[in-house]
């Protein structure tokens, strides 16, 4: 019996619906965080026109879901649906509604709480300081991956689509200026979002008939020179105040991102009546290129896969280190925190898993000679295009536009969106890795004051999380005989340590709602037993990677990611262990 695409949009609405209303305002909001307009937040206390500055809730959640919704919510997906469509939608679903908005909307808060410190600095406060600096090691190494992968996914992405590598360049002088309106002349924020707007309209368009190759067509000349060029993007982006360019520039995005999802659903309703094509389940350990091409099993390897648009713990790190300096008041918390996450969950419903799911085979793309294999034969972007467009496509038929008109048209969008994504991950990982790395080294001032001057400077700070990442996604790395960028070696590692780090910042989240927000009984269970489950799957899931796939590549390939993974694996034993003492300090002080 066949699904249809309306059944799998009515159940995934009605759960994010009931989740956000009854679990999210009034269990977490009300009962557990007991958020309050009259509590200042730190962007007013704290203002100091760089990092603490109080936001718009429109411009802020605009910076926050395009900070947190990287390639992740896309690329993963569209790797899984090798299980079929069933398996990756339930740990999508499953994860958003009991991890990873908890997740992020806790972070959020408990740093608004301590003054906007990060959720590594909230695990000093219930864990001691050793768990600070633990947990800021294990974070710094997980944004050096984070920054590696999507480096790597970008600059490919540019190679492959010149004229969104324009429009990208495009994009970070108009966001200076958007930021320049608001910020200095003091300008409506509708006004100076409309002028935005209409510049990136025109961006759009001189793209499009100017697309922008660094090197020749054969060969990796042109990918090396943007990663390159990204890491300097990436040093500047990261050290100028939040307000010059990061802010206005994920703002803007965030449009073009909305636009994205919003035509995702549109064309999912006008196409409601169309079957999933693509097999609800196909197997339970298929074998996956990323993985050696190793057979994969769905658990405990799936966080090692989806590695965000379930959850993700560098959410917790933009909640935490840029979102909650610029909260202005912490009933839009909920709205921020929690409504991003369950968003980015519908782009990976809405804008992945059911446009592959119709265009499986694609036999009419096949026919128009626009494809020359089945989708599933297509890399995970290749997937994600195909089915974007081809869903679309289908949808404006009802309007009596051909699918030959609109077909590349909407799939050259979703690789020009997805590019978005990317980018303002990598800018904000690179500003979080700062964050981190300053915090890290704060031991340092008291030994040698100069030496900690030096190595703090934002300038310094940045360069240095650059150097390391590039080295990682700099290289061409060989599987199954075949050269591909880094980031189809260092993704599982960083999906790994992302979603270790979701375990680690949620259970810190946990603990500080039993130890400080002082909440007993079912509503703390509430948030501990998922936390839990998340911490044994992603162990034993990073471990088993380490053990069966990692010796499978090359020495060379797995000196950064494999090493990194397996320090992080160290790491998150440690940060159990005082987990485990703090819970029971707080137990004794009952």
């Not at 324009?166 to 924020?189: C, H, K, N, Q, V």
């Not at 979002?193 to 209409?198: A, E, N, Q, S």
């Not at 909440?519 to 998922?530: D, E, F, K, N």
């Amino acid at each position: 019996m066949p699904t249809y695409a309306i059944e799998v949009l009515i159940i995934v609405l009605a759960i994010y619906t009931i989740a956000y209303i009854y679990y999210g305002r009034r269990i977490l909001q009300e009962r557990i965080v007991r958020a309050s307009s009259d509590r200042p937040t730190p962007a007013i206390e704290k203002f100091d026109g760089v990092d603490y500055v109080p936001a718009n809730k429109y411009v802020l959640f605009g910076h926050h879901f395009a900070s947190i919704a990287g390639a992740g919510p896309i690329v993963g997906p569209a790797i899984a649906m090798v299980y079929g469509w069933a398996l990756p939608l339930l740990w999508v679903l499953f994860g958003n509604v009991f991890i990873g908005t908890v997740h992020d909307y806790l972070a959020l808060m408990a740093s608004v709480r301590h003054g906007g410190i990060s959720i590594m600095s909230v695990s000093e406060v219930v864990m001691g300081r050793k768990a600070r600096y633990v947990f800021l090691a294990y974070t710094f190494m997980a944004l050096l991956l984070v920054y590696a992968a999507f480096a790597s996914i970008a600059a490919i992405l540019f190679v492959q689509t010149p004229s969104a590598a324009t429009l990208s360049l495009l994009y970070m002088p108009i966001a200076l200026f958007m930021g320049i309106m608001m910020y200095r002349i003091g300008l409506d924020t509708r006004i100076a979002t409309l002028i935005t707007l209409l510049l990136v309209v025109g961006a759009f368009y001189y793209s499009y008939h100017t697309p922008l190759y660094l090197g020749p067509a054969e060969g990796w000349v042109a990918y090396h020179r943007w990663v390159i060029i990204l890491g300097l993007y990436a040093i500047l982006a990261a050290s100028l105040p939040v307000w010059y360019l990061l802010q206005p520039r994920d703002y803007t995005n965030a449009y073009i991102l909305f636009t994205f999802v919003g035509l995702a659903t549109i064309g999912g309703l006008l196409v409601a009546d169309k079957a999933l094509i693509a097999p609800a389940y196909t197997s339970f350990a298929p074998k996956i290129v990323n993985f050696a091409n190793q057979p994969t099993p769905f658990w405990p390897a799936i966080p090692l896969i989806i590695a965000c648009g379930s959850l993700s713990g560098f959410h917790s790190l933009v909640s935490s280190g840029t979102t909650s300096k610029q909260l202005a008041n912490e009933l839009e918390g909920l709205f921020i925190g929690y409504g991003a996450m369950l968003t980015e969950g519908a782009l990976s419903t809405l804008a992945v898993i059911i446009p592959i799911s119709i265009a499986w085979d694609a036999a009419e793309l096949k026919e128009m000679g626009v494809i020359k294999e089945n989708i599933l034969e297509h890399n995970a972007v290749g997937r994600f295009a195909v089915g974007y467009g081809y869903m679309l496509g289908k949808a404006f038929e009802r309007f009596g536009i051909s699918l030959t008109d609109t077909f590349s048209v909407f799939k050259l969008f979703a690789v020009v969106s997805l590019i978005l994504f990317v980018m303002t991950t990598l800018d904000t990982a690179t500003r979080l890795a700062r964050f981190a790395f300053q915090e890290l080294i704060d031991w340092l001032e008291k030994v040698d004051k100069n030496l900690y001057t030096f190595l703090s400077n934002k300038w310094i700070a940045s360069a240095i999380v650059v150097l390391i990442g590039t080295a990682m996604a700099y290289p061409v790395v060989t599987i199954g005989g075949k050269e591909v960028a880094a980031f189809r070696v260092v993704w599982p590692a960083f999906a790994g340590v992302n979603q270790m780090l979701a375990a680690l910042a949620l259970l810190t989240s946990a603990l500080w709602v039993y130890a400080v927000a002082k909440v007993r009984g079912t509503y703390s269970i509430l948030i501990l037993i998922p936390a839990m489950f998340l911490w044994v799957t992603v162990t034993v899931g990073l471990a088993w990677w380490l053990i069966v796939v990692a010796p499978k590549l090359a020495l060379a390939q797995t000196i950064g990611a494999g090493s990194i993974a397996a320090i992080s694996l160290l790491l998150n034993l440690g940060l159990i262990y005082l987990f485990y003492k703090g819970l029971t300090a707080a137990q004794a002080r009952q």
